[in-house]
């Protein structure tokens, strides 16, 4: 059953902690993504990874740190320099490269709060 | 100017009828657009993209695409209530590999 999945669902995070997301995925895809979502917006980008030990900021990644070590893995740390970050955290991931298509499929998300 | 804007809405329909939901990006080198459907607390799922002008259907969707005038829209016909959601347009641009730009969302709901 392919698919991407996420973990932990909820997080909740005291202040000064650094927590670390998990996002796997087994579609055999090369390029994977992290985006938050606040209430009332859009999606953005925190960092995008088009191939293994390689990764790039997006547009919100100060506070945020990522490795990919393994194709199958993405993980997100959330440092305690961010300080707002409290919202939902989407992790995506693609075939990558030029292809027109290249649509991101997303996995079920992980919401962070901080206490 | 934003990347990819859309309509916040609340757009309301009722059942059966077509819903418009509209798009317009910045970029004129823009090659690809996708639209996501997300549930309240859930995450994104794809509907469809397109990167040709003119129209592509799928089933009760269809995306229709206009490089021209940077719009990109998607019509929902005979509309249900499950169809209420938050729709998402997002556009990929001809220079970066892979990355998308969203935007910010058209919530719509269809009443019974």
């Known amino acids: 059953d392919g698919g991407i999945t996420q973990s932990p669902k909820y997080l909740f995070r005291k202040e000064g902690q650094n927590v670390t997301l998990s996002c796997e995925q087994n579609l055999n895809h090369d390029a994977m993504y992290w985006y938050r979502q606040d209430p009332g917006q859009g999606l953005r980008l925190i960092y995008y990874s088009q191939i293994v030990n ?3 900021k997006g547009d919100i990644a100060e506070g945020y740190s990522v ?3 393994k194709k199958e893995s993405f993980p997100l740390t959330v440092t305690s320099a961010q300080k707002n970050p409290t919202a939902f955290y989407l992790c995506a991931s693609s075939e990558g490269g030029r292809a027109r298509g290249n649509e991101q499929f997303f996995g079920p998300g992980t919401r962070l709060t901080v206490l | 100017q934003k990347e990819v804007e859309q309509n916040s809405g609340p757009l309301s329909v009722p059942e059966g009828a077509i819903a418009s939901l509209n798009c317009t990006y910045s970029d004129r080198g823009s090659q690809s657009f996708f639209w996501y459907r997300q ?3 859930k995450s994104p799922e794809l509907i469809m993209f397109i990167y040709s002008n003119g129209d592509k259907e799928d089933g009760r969707f269809t995306a229709q695409l206009n490089k021209a005038s940077q719009y990109v829209s998607l019509l929902i016909r005979d509309s249900q209530p ?3 959601a938050t729709y998402l347009c997002a556009v990929r641009r001809g220079s ?5 730009y969203f935007g910010r969302g058209t919530q719509l709901t269809v009443w019974p």
């Not at chain 2, 970066?96 to 998308?100: A, F, H, I, V, Y």
């Open chain 1, 54 to 56: 390689d990764f790039q």
């Open chain 1, 67 to 69: 490795s990919r070590e």
């Open chain 2, 39 to 41: 549930y309240s607390g």
């Open chain 2, 82 to 84: 499950s169809d209420s």
């Open chain 2, 96 to 100: 970066t590999l892979g990355r998308l």
